[in-house]
C-alpha cells in the first residue's frame, strides 16, 4: 500500500482493467508524501502496466476510440437466456477468427450470457483493438437499469499478480460488504467482492465483481453496477442486479477463456525482475515488524499489514482506535528541496518536518499527523510516519486526536532502528 492511498496507480491497475481494484481512492494520505512515492514508483517499475488491456471503468471513458463499439439502447432483441443457459442454445457461441473477436460478438455473447431482460446501449472492443477487447452494456431486469461489464487479461499463473486479483483485499483500506474466495480442482480461483464504486461511500453507487485467474493465467473480470454508468449517474436501484451466484457462472462461462486466450501480447503483465525492473528494496513484513518495535507501550495492535515498503498498525489505547502507517523510502535525495526547504536539520544532518492537518475533507472531522524525515547520505533514505484518528481508510474518527502525539511520532520516524532497512 503506497502512501498516497487517494489515487495510487496500484488503485488505477486493479480497480479499472481487469486487474485489481484495490484501495485507494478513499483515504488520502500525506500529501506532501505523493510526488516523491510517484517518482520511487517510477524509478522503480513496480507497479506493472498493462499497455493496452483496459476494462472496468476504462471502457466508458474509451467511447469512439480504440475500436470501440458504441451500440445504441435498444438495438437488439429486449429477452435473454439465464446465465446458466449456453451461447449455443441461441446464436452460436463465437470463435476466434483470423482477427480474433470481433465486437459484436463479443456484445452477442454477453447479451446470451445474461439472464432475461433489456440489453443495450454497449460500448464494446473486439480483440483486434489495441486496448484488447472488453465489453460492457447497460442491462434492465425490470428493477432499473445497471452497467454490467467483462474485462480480459493473461497474468503469470501463480504470480503475485494472480494472487491479488483473487485475495480478499485489506478493508483496513477498502470498505466492502462481502468477499469470497474459492479454488477449483482445475487450479483457478474466483473471488466475488461486493463493495463499493468509492470506497468512501461518498454515493451509494455499489460495485460488484468477480475475478477468474485460471491455472493457466487466463484473467476475467466481471463487473456491476446498481448505476447505468460506474460514476456520474444517479443510482437506479438498491444492488446490481446479478447474484453472487450469477457472477460465478458468469464469469466461468467457458467462451471467456477463449476470449482471453486472444488478448493481445501487448496486455501481457511487466513483472518484477523483468527487464527494467529493481527489486524492493525492502520488505513490507520487516517495515511492519520495525514499526511495531518502536510503538510505546499500552498500545494494543488491533490489526497490522503491509507490502513493499508500506506498512501499518492500527492500535488501541483504550480510548479508540488509530491507524499509523509508515513509509520507507530510498533515493529521495532529488526532491529534498521540494520535500524538505524550510524543515529543521539535525546534527548529523537529518532533516526533519512536522504536520498536522486533515486526513480525508470528504470524512469530517478526521485528523492526519505526521513526522517526515530524510538521512543524511547518498542513498536519500526517507522515514514517513503518520497517525490518524480513526481505524480505516474513509471510517468516521474514532477519537478526537491520533493515538500519537507529534512528538511520539518524531521519536519513531528517528529511530536507529530503521538503519537496518538502508
Not at 547518498?378 to 493515538?403: C, H, I, K, L, Y
Amino acid at each position: 500500500m503506497p502512501e498516497d492511498q487517494h489515487d495510487s496507480p496500484d488503485h488505477f491497475e486493479e480497480r479499472l482493467t481487469v486487474a485489481l481494484r484495490d484501495t485507494g481512492d478513499g483515504f488520502q494520505a500525506d500529501r506532501t508524501a505523493l510526488v516523491a512515492g510517484g517518482r520511487t514508483r517510477g524509478r522503480r517499475n513496480r507497479v506493472r502496466r498493462r499497455a493496452g488491456v483496459l476494462g472496468g471503468a476504462a471502457g466508458i471513458a474509451l467511447i469512439g476510440v480504440g475500436g470501440a463499439v458504441l451500440l445504441p439502447q435498444g438495438a437488439e432483441p429486449d429477452t435473454r437466456r439465464s446465465v446458466a443457459a449456453s451461447p449455443s442454445s441461441g446464436r452460436p457461441s463465437p470463435s476466434p477468427t483470423a482477427s480474433g473477436f470481433s465486437a459484436k460478438k463479443l456484445f452477442d455473447t454477453l447479451e446470451d450470457l445474461l439472464p432475461p431482460g433489456e440489453v443495450g446501449q454497449g460500448v464494446v472492443r473486439g480483440s483486434n483493438a489495441k486496448e484488447g477487447p472488453y465489453v460492457q452494456v447497460v442491462y434492465d431486469d425490470g428493477d432499473g437499469a445497471a452497467a454490467i461489464g467483462v474485462g480480459f487479461a493473461r497474468v503469470e499463473p501463480g504470480g503475485e499478480q494472480a494472487d491479488r486479483l483473487t485475495e480478499c483485499p485489506d478493508q483496513t483500506f477498502t470498505a466492502y460488504d462481502d468477499c469470497t474466495s474459492d479454488r477449483s480442482a482445475d487450479g483457478s480461483v474466483l473471488r466475488v467482492l461486493k463493495g463499493y464504486e468509492y470506497p468512501d461511500r461518498r454515493v451509494d453507487t455499489k460495485l460488484w465483481t468477480a475475478d477468474l485467474v485460471t491455472a493457466e493465467g487466463q484473467h476475467i473480470s466481471v463487473s456491476e453496477w446498481n448505476a447505468p454508468a460506474q460514476k456520474d449517474r444517479p443510482v437506479s436501484r438498491e444492488e446490481p442486479p446479478l447474484s453472487a451466484a450469477e457472477l460465478k457462472e458468469l464469469v466461468s462461462a467457458e467462451v471467456w477463456r477463449r476470449v482471453a486466450d486472444v488478448v493481445p501480447e501487448s496486455g501481457q503483465l511487466v513483472e518484477d525482475g523483468g527487464p527494467g525492473a529493481m527489486p524492493s528494496a525492502v520488505s513490507g513484513e520487516a517495515v511492519g515488524d520495525t514499526l511495531a518495535a518502536l510503538l510505546p507501550d499500552g498500545l494494543e495492535v488491533v490489526r497490522r499489514g503491509g507490502e513493499g515498503e508500506f506498512a501499518y498498525a492500527v492500535v488501541d489505547d483504550g480510548e479508540g482506535e488509530s491507524l499509523v502507517q509508515v513509509n520507507v523510502q530510498h533515493g529521495m535525495n532529488d526532491v529534498a528541496g521540494q520535500l524538505y526547504g524550510s524543515a529543521e536539520t539535525l546534527a548529523d544532518g537529518t532533516r526533519v518536518t512536522t504536520r498536522q492537518g486533515s486526513g480525508d475533507g470528504r470524512v469530517p472531522g478526521v485528523v492526519m499527523w505526521t513526522a517526515d524525515t530524510l538521512r543524511a547520505g547518498e542513498d536519500g533514505f526517507r522515514v514517513v510516519v503518520s497517525a490518524f484518528n480513526n481505524g480505516a481508510a474513509n471510517s468516521e474518527p474514532t477519537r478526537d486526536t491520533p493515538v500519537l502525539s507529534l512528538e511520539q511520532l518524531r521519536k519513531i520516524a528517528l529511530s536507529t532502528e530503521w538503519d537496518a532497512l538502508r
